[in-house]
């Protein structure tokens, strides 16, 4: 079956670091691949997204790519911002209508 | 205009009793879904509605029936409530023959407790 494996946390970085979170899969076919954040109090909210091997998924300075040939899906940004601080979530979806498969979720603390 | 709004926010009951949680999507999706987050934050599927019919069933005790009336509403009822009940449950939506491609919406939780 499908499965999501994302780096444990949590994180501590410092404002403007440099951010990765692992995200690696195990799928049959062609997933696809998001980020979700959950935000403190909040619901799962789509981050990006990437449908197909070397799709770049982007928003809000995160990105991530999907790299077929590891089966990976890392979500990056460049310089991490206090209200960065949330729960992110590595997540795919195959063919048809099969459900959604979460990582165990990687929480993300930003001091200033 | 709330996509997909769950109602309460927040419950706080006692052992042995039955609650419901009530969840509603406007955006005209097919399939809606109920998935528990325990308080390591991992999130477990339970059960899934396409068009009112029951299509996904995990491993969940049977004190947990879900209805769906229709199929912009998906309910949770929870029958002699136990301290491992208490959780943040979410409601979400997707929309069939969109493909692989769109994930869910999700809604903000209910947060119940048992005490």
């Known amino acids: 079956g499908n499965s999501v494996t994302q780096m444990e946390g949590p994180v501590t970085l410092s404002e403007e670091a440099f951010l990765t979170i692992n995200c690696t899969y195990t799928?049959?076919?062609?997933?696809?691949l998001f980020w979700y954040v959950q935000y403190p109090g909040e619901g799962l909210q789509l981050l990006l997204k990437a449908t197909k091997a070397d799709d770049k998924g982007s928003n809000k300075g995160f990105e991530a790519t999907y790299r077929k040939e590891t089966t990976s899906f890392h979500l990056e940004k460049g310089s991490v911002q206090v209200s960065d601080s949330a729960v992110y979530f590595c997540a795919l979806r195959g063919g048809g209508n099969e459900k959604l498969t979460f990582g165990t979720g990687t929480r993300l603390t930003i001091i200033p | 205009d709330t996509a997909v709004s769950q109602t309460p926010k927040y419950l706080v009951t006692q052992m042995g009793n039955d609650k419901s949680i009530k969840c509603e999507q406007n955006l005209g999706h097919d399939t809606m879904y109920w998935y528990k987050q325990d308080s390591k934050k991992f999130l477990k599927i339970m059960f899934s509605y396409n068009n009112k019919e029951l299509i996904i069933n995990e491993t969940v005790p049977n004190r947990f029936s879900p209805k769906s009336p229709d199929k912009a509403h998906l309910n949770l009822h929870i029958n002699s409530l136990e301290l491992g009940d208490s959780a943040v449950y979410f409601c979400?939506?997707?929309?069939?023959?969109?493909?692989?491609?769109?994930?869910?919406?999700f809604g903000s939780g209910t947060r119940l407790t048992v005490v």
């Open positions: 979400a939506s997707s929309q069939t023959g969109t493909g692989r491609g769109y994930g869910y919406t």
């Open positions: 799928a049959t076919g062609y997933p696809s």
